[in-house]
Nanobody, 119 residues
Framework: QVQLVESGGGLVRAGGSLRLSCASS????????MGWYRQAPGKKRELVVT???????NYADSVKGRFTISRDSAKNTVYLQMNSLKPEDTAVYYC?????????????WGQGTQVTVSS
């Protein structure tokens, strides 16, 4: 069973930075893709950024130039560096890992970590 554990959330002022971590129980390169999603109160969960096993990234327009995804294979950990944070970035951030087997996608989720940006 895949386990993803997020950490690094917290309260920060607008313009500040946070780094989220997602530690995987297995090799991060065993997944076809990993990424970060977020869900604000009353809103649907939305994509923040994904990274494929080959290293291709896909950022939401709202975070381009401010957020950066990275990974450490030795630690089986994916990171999300968030700079120039805005109040609208406030949400629960979820780590995701996806396996594609015979064209069927299997998603694994962490428990989420709260990010609150004050104005």
């Amino acid at each position: 069973q895949v386990q993803l554990v997020e950490s690094g959330g917290g309260l920060v002022r607008a313009g500040g930075s946070l780094r989220l971590s997602c530690a995987s129980s297995g090799s991060i390169f065993s997944f076809d893709a990993m990424g970060w999603y977020r869900q604000a109160p009353g809103k649907k969960r939305e994509l923040v950024v994904t990274i494929t096993s080959g290293g291709s990234t896909n950022y939401a327009d709202s975070v381009k130039g401010r957020f950066t995804i990275s990974r450490d294979s030795a630690k089986n950990t994916v990171y999300l560096q968030m700079n120039s944070l805005k109040p609208e970035d406030t949400a629960v951030y979820y780590c995701n890992a996806r396996e594609v087997i015979f064209r069927l996608a299997y998603d694994y989720w962490g428990q989420g970590t709260q990010v609150t940006v004050s104005s």
